[in-house]
């Protein structure tokens, strides 16, 4: 039998690439009806999306990160986690997410709780994503809040931090006297975040600074255009002005805006500013536009926004000192949920990103223990390695000896070496000349990643030792949560859903969606 | 038994495989959560959440079924190599047509569905489920009672060259697909223009005892896949079954060598029956020159295997970059970890691979010389490497970049004379050479080592599953992914559903060294 004749041609046809590359897989969920499907990851055009088919509702499609690059570097940093002590639920067909909380899939325990301790809510705001109601509204009790705080001290040795949300926390008549249930409890750091309308109360700011409070404030727009858009209501004026007596009375402040492309995103220097120019306000906490909840769900999801368009405006905020380089994810959650920046403020009036001061290693590692920095050990021994580095390379940095003259006033006044100050006066010595960039991404339906619920560190615990992931809670739990719903909300928020997601992008054979 | 060569022709898109991690100061101590896969109960093989965990440098798929409870299986016995190895991802292929649509989603909706990520590189056509041995590690499950007809044969052949144009290779597997009746006519009818290669997958009981054989596979220039698992006799009896397998495979060997019948090596690998011969196999890819490639695949517990193969623990198995390590170790540095990569073309946890250059002192690894993203553009989606433009741009550049570095590249000078000489038989300047015989040329100059883990219910994870490249060819046109055809339709398939046929099992009734090993019938 003859060789076969050779092939006509030398190089065949070149074959058709997908139009993607094909990274790996996670579960989602159904943007319309919400049942957990499978969710490609697909990397296309320097952007990552996920890719999901509902057997319900077809295939769809969601923008997850404008950079691929940043998506897969985040991923690059690896961190242990510590699944929680108790599970309280068991795993059910059905799986991840429908079994919180949390259930043996859980893979981190909760750092920081998040307490809604109301459901009435002062704004209805367009971006809201979570559900509020105002008739014969839930306000946590007393008894209630000792219950939740009791479990969490059993699971921690030390409860770090706890927020206080909503609802709007303000509107609780007890908020003072349930802030004080928690200093007691010897909580360090209580947060409340507020869109501080009734913060204009001197009186009440007072009390606030008294427990150490520190706030958290929702501003998202100098823009009267952009501040009804977004808030429903105008809000900027008032907001300044609390800020003002939030600086007055020297109460911790973060400025927290909720960031929409191509609405607020070109403020974000501005609200940059505004943090770096007020003494009190420790962090800008930028959290990216969220597609769930009762405003959230009838967004115009033309203006999702993803981290690395963050990054971009926070490099615009700083005149290009501060690059993508220069955030961290934390350690404690996945690595797709926060990204983190600190800076030294310098005695003489500059600032320089920790990540130069050390490294992106030093950063992560100084974030392995708490969502926030802690002012204990490792950090002291940063400081000294940080001088001593200096100390022989001084060329390194432009800056260094505003820098060393920084860290060496911090050292001696945070560690002295006669006495052995208590963490709460050394983090305020610290919230002098620390400030830092945290965004922040939740998930809404579309977003959502079930790697991501399984290690996140934020939870909403509740009085019978139960805890669900926050994004969990503002996606499934909440819309079942009697104190919460609202049924002629959730009627709205029905209305309200896109019947059909933006159109996902062709098949790859153009086959039908 | 599936073949080494995967090809496809796509865009290389390999993200940064330069990435380096960035670890706490305890993350070695202490477990870590890497990513979520969707995975299988090993019990009850349902679809259930998993997660990838990292611990003691390994890596772990945890489940919780919620009837079978917790499990854990290992899926990379370094996790060095698995976090490297996410960055070899490349664009996918699409093939011309799909067979099936999106329904229930994946994996029940096989195959293709126009939601796979990756053509058909690897067309598998299982002529027969008859064979002559009952290895209790066989992946598949024989039942002795089917015969493809010539007709299916070609309407598989016309079918696969429809969805994909051009094929690199097809390879004939079984069961033993050299007991097929009418074998012959089916490698001629495979014999298409279009197809560059056909392999067969034997366990070589038909080559070691009929040269005739060899020669007529040798006129057709098919490439032999020879099983080959070491040549130690007492480990290959837990993985064969009883009868002198060592002496079985010798005879084959010499028979293909005679015959000048293109072989690959094919060894499985397991856990403590003969991961000690992986330098043995080496050796004998290295000093033969007839034999082109070596294939380890490490034990998948799965079909007839999955329910005789001696107990195994999931959690301490085989993996790819445990072959990469023994390897290392058993050549004595000979070779070591950095000279193989996963390949981009399926989802890099399926196959790891190198290529060795042979020099007039021995064999180099092409990522020693060659710049390791060129490397990837030229070796991905290649089981033997195409001898095309790129390759010979590749090959070009390199020589360019040895020239220029010579002093930081051991063996510089060495590799610069087989690559100048190399090229110029590859690509002649004066002679205008067709493809195959370039590849025949190509093939006197380069070795393969490959690894290909194949998933048993263990190990199952969608996250592979959906860029598997390794495809069943059915008569009625669907093309199934490898290991979910094995894991949810081989059961199923009607064309196997009759009455269990039995076939005459080589060297059952010889005595072996050792305990009987239980047979299906049994």
Known sequence: ?513 | MTPPESETCGVTDARNVHRTFTFTDDAANREVFHSFSRTTCGECAKLIDGMRVIRDGQVFLKKNCPQHGKQEALISGDAKWFLRSLQFTSKGSQPHVYSTEVKDGCPTDCGLCPDHEQHSCLPIIEITNHCNLECPICIVQNRHNYEMTVDEFRGIIDGLIEKEGTLDTVNLSGGEPTMHSQFMELLDIANRPEISRVSISTNGLKCATDYAFCEALAERNTYVNLQLDALDLPGLQSLRGSGDHATLKKKALLNLEKAGVRTTIVSTVAKGVNDHQIGECVKLLLENDFILSLMFQPAAYTGYGGRHFLPHDPKNTITIPDVVREIETQTEGQFVQSDFMPLPCSHPGCFGLTYLLKTEDGYVPFPRFLDLDRYIDAVENRGTMRPDARLEGAMRDAIDDLWTSQDAIPDSEKILKTLKGAIRLMYPEDEALKIEERVRRGEGVVKTIFMHAFMDLHTFEVDRIKKCCTHYAMPDGRLMPGCAYNLFYRDKDPRYGGEIGSTEIWGAAEESQGTRLPTAAE
């Open chain 1, 1 to 513: 039998m003859t060789p076969p004749p050779s092939s006509s041609c030398d190089d065949p046809p070149e074959r058709v690439a997908t139009p993607h590359t094909y990274y790996s897989m996670t579960k989602s969920l159904c943007g319309t009806c919400k049942r957990s499907v499978d969710a490609k990851i697909h990397l296309r055009e320097g952007q990552v999306y996920f890719h999901k088919f509902c057997p319900a509702h077809g295939h769809q499609e969601v923008l997850v990160s404008t950079s691929a690059e940043w998506y897969l570097d985040a991923l690059s940093f690896i961190a242990p986690n510590t699944p929680p002590k108790t599970v309280k639920r068991d795993v059910s067909d059905r799986g991840c997410p429908f079994d919180c909380g949390p259930c043996d899939s859980h893979q981190q325990k909760t750092y920081l709780p998040v307490i809604p301790i109301t459901s009435a809510c002062n704004l209805d705001c367009p971006i809201c994503y979570t559900v509020n109601k105002n008739e014969d509204p839930h306000r946590m009790t007393k008894e209630q809040l000792k219950e939740i705080l009791e479990h969490l001290l059993e699971d921690h040795e030390e409860l770090d931090i706890i927020n206080f949300t909503g609802g709007e926390p303000t509107l609780h008549p007890e908020l003072l006297e349930l802030l004080e249930i928690c200093r007691d409890a010897g909580i360090r750091r209580l947060t409340i975040s507020t869109n501080g309308l009734k913060l204009k109360d001197e009186e009440y700011v007072k009390r606030l600074a008294a427990l150490d409070a520190r706030i958290v404030l929702s501003l998202d727009s100098y823009e009267k255009e952009t501040d009804m858009k977004l808030l429903g209501a105008n809000t900027t004026k008032r907001k300044l002005e609390v800020l003002d007596l939030l600086q007055k009375h020297d109460v911790c402040a973060t400025i927290l805006p909720a960031v929409a492309a191509g609405l607020n995103d070109k403020e974000v220097p501005k609200l940059f500013n505004e943090m770096m120019t007020r003494p009190n306000v420790v962090s800008l906490e930028l959290h990216t536009l969220c597609f769930t909840g009762q405003g959230g769900v009838g967004f115009d999801r033309q203006s999702r926004i993803t981290i690395p368009d963050l990054h971009y405006w926070i490099g615009v905020a700083s005149d290009g000192k501060l690059t993508p380089q220069d955030f961290v994810p934390s350690p404690l959650a996945h690595p797709h949920c926060y990204s983190i920046c600190y800076m030294l403020m310098l005695d003489d009036g500059g600032y320089v990103p920790f990540t130069k001061l050390s490294s992106r290693q030093t950063l992560f590692s100084l974030l392995q223990d708490s969502l926030y920095i802690e002012p204990r050990e490792r950090l002291e021994n940063v400081f000294r390695s940080i001088i001593d580095e200096l100390w022989s390379d001084p060329d390194r940095l432009e800056e260094s000896e505003a820098v060393l003259s920084t860290i060496k006033r911090l050292l001696r006044e945070m560690f002295p070496p006669d006495e052995d100050l208590d963490l709460l006066t050394r983090q305020k010595i610290a919230e002098r000349s620390v400030k830092a960039v945290y965004i922040h991404s939740h998930m809404d339906e579309e977003s959502f990643d079930v790697a991501r619920i399984m290690k996140c560190c934020v939870g909403v615990p509740e009085t019978d030792g139960t805890n669900i992931p926050t994004c969990s809670y503002n996606v499934i739990y909440r819309e079942q949560d009697e104190r919460f719903a609202d049924s002629a909300m959730l009627e709205r928020m029905e209305e309200n859903r896109p019947r059909r997601l933006p159109s996902a992008a062709q098949d790859t054979t153009g086959a039908p969606a």
